[in-house]
């Protein structure tokens, strides 16, 4: 039967050279809205620990605001030399979108890297070059690379003199951290009560002024500044803004988790929001909790659940944002995740949990070893409910990472995550343009 009459010959062709030349259409050659960007990095951070973190303090039955975000993908944290990521190598592929060997701390001339949009420099400096404006958080040091290795580079991590000097003249628009030792000149005593401990004489926090900073120490100094603020430097504790030590070694020195003086990563992230707001210009900022990975490796749980309640709180104000600003990107991953965590049930609330497992494998109650259970917040039927928490070791791991995203071009995060994807829906919302997947070539 002749097929002309309701259906053209030539119309048929017509289609099957159509869907010949654009088989291979794709994503990428599609208009792509651009906006904002909100990167959190809770550093050291797989499902289990988000799932401790969620059951002690919203509920089993509960939802935190990490669990609400709309996207969500499985990540995989492999590096080019190594299984398990380091942190300054996790920065790097964050910042670059390239895998990179373990012991890579940015681009440097000993390290080449090259990033996935052809630069010799991060994303985050690429935007700074567009005129964008930009902000590093960090609960850590200055130095802590899951921050600074977006602006700065070494041959070794630990030469915090180099990092901390390219991180302050970087001229990012808002830089909150800790480290105020690592900005000052040896002996110096600075605001924190420390001494410093540059080698190079170089007082950074003088560099930073003379670079049109306003510079602040405190949470209080911090909400106080006036909304037109051109340039911020936040120094919020001479090292970390937190105590990494043992439960039972903090007691003993009757030191708290956090420096009370030192605001939250979610009160930087609320106070640059603020800042941003008066510049009305495009943005990228970098969050980094860097006390859930250093609790971890300490396997220190009340203070890796507790750091990691703070960079949910810091996703919580992303979301709420995101309501009135609707070209925002909103993505969180880790790069790793620090001690293995694992949540396990126990019965008595009241009773001391032993100090490991059968297997050998530490335990921790509310206070440590050797201390009485977690006690959950109530599930659906107002039951709280004990549980400990064990640990596999205190290195990082190539555990189960989780990387989740919401709003803006958000569904580019797909079930299936390599760690140089975080880095091409980053791009995508800045720029407008999706990069090829990174292939090693």
């Known amino acids: 039967m002749r097929t002309d009459k309701c259906f053209p010959e030539w119309l048929l062709v017509f289609i099957l050279v159509f869907i010949c030349l654009f088989s291979n259409y794709s994503l990428a050659d599609r208009a792509i809205p651009t906006g904002s960007v909100i990167f ?31 996207r969500m993908g499985l990540y995989r944290s492999h590096v080019l030399d190594a299984t398990n990521s380091s942190s300054h190598c996790g920065g790097t592929i964050h910042g670059f979108g390239v895998k990179a060997n373990f012991d890579t701390f940015g681009n440097t001339p000993e390290k080449p890297v090259r990033s996935l949009s052809e630069k010799d420099y991060s994303i985050l400096v690429e935007a700074q070059k567009a005129g964008m404006a930009t902000v590093l958080i960090n609960s850590g040091h200055i130095c802590e690379p899951g921050s600074a290795a977006f602006v700065a580079n070494s041959a070794k991590r630990s030469d915090t003199d180099n990092i901390s000097a390219q991180v ?23 605001f924190h009560g420390q001494p410093g401990v540059r080698k190079d004489g170089r007082n950074l926090i003088d560099e930073a002024m003379a670079n049109g900073y306003q510079v602040v120490y405190t949470r209080d100094q911090l909400a106080a500044l006036p909304d037109d603020v051109d340039k911020v430097f936040g120094v919020f504790a001479s090292y970390h803004t937190f105590y990494d030590l043992p439960e039972e070694e903090l007691a003993a020195k009757n030191l708290p ?15 640059a929001l603020r800042i941003l707001n008066n510049k009305h210009k495009q943005f990228i900022m970098v969050i980094e ?15 890796t659940l507790t750091a990691l ?17 609707p070209d925002l990107l909103i993505i969180t991953a880790s790069d790793s995740e620090a001690g293995g965590m694992q949540v396990c049930s126990v019965k008595n609330p009241d009773k001391h949990l032993p100090p490991t497992s059968n297997n050998g494998a530490p335990i921790d109650g509310i206070s440590g070893t050797n201390s009485t259970p977690f006690i959950a917040a109530p ?25 989740r995203a919401q709003g803006l071009n958000s569904n580019m995060l ?28």
């Open 379 to 403: 599930d659906r039927n107002g039951v709280r409910l004990p549980f400990g928490i064990t640990w596999a070791g205190a290195d990082d791991y190539a555990g189960g990472v989780i990387a």
């Open 40 to 70: 959190i990095h809770p550093d050291g951070v797989g499902a289990a620990t988000w799932g401790a973190m969620r059951i002690f303090f919203y509920g089993p039955d509960s939802l935190s605001n990490w669990d609400r975000l709309e």
């Open 289 to 303: 909790q860097e006390g859930t990975d250093n609790f971890a490796n300490c396997n220190n749980a009340i203070g």
């Open 414 to 441: 797909q079930n299936n995550v390599d760690n140089t994807d975080i880095y091409r829906i980053m791009y995508a919302t800045l720029f407008g343009k999706i990069l090829p997947p990174y292939t090693g070539k």
């Open 257 to 271: 988790l956090f420096n009370p003086q030192a605001p939250t990563v979610a009160e930087m992230e609320t106070a």
């Open 309 to 325: 309640k703070q960079a949910d709180d810091a996703i919580g104000i992303a979301v709420e944002y995101s309501k009135s600003h």
């Open 168 to 190: 302050v003249n970087s001229g990012v628009d808002v830089i909150l951290s800790g480290g105020e030792i690592l900005l000052l000149p040896e002996g110096v005593i600075g």
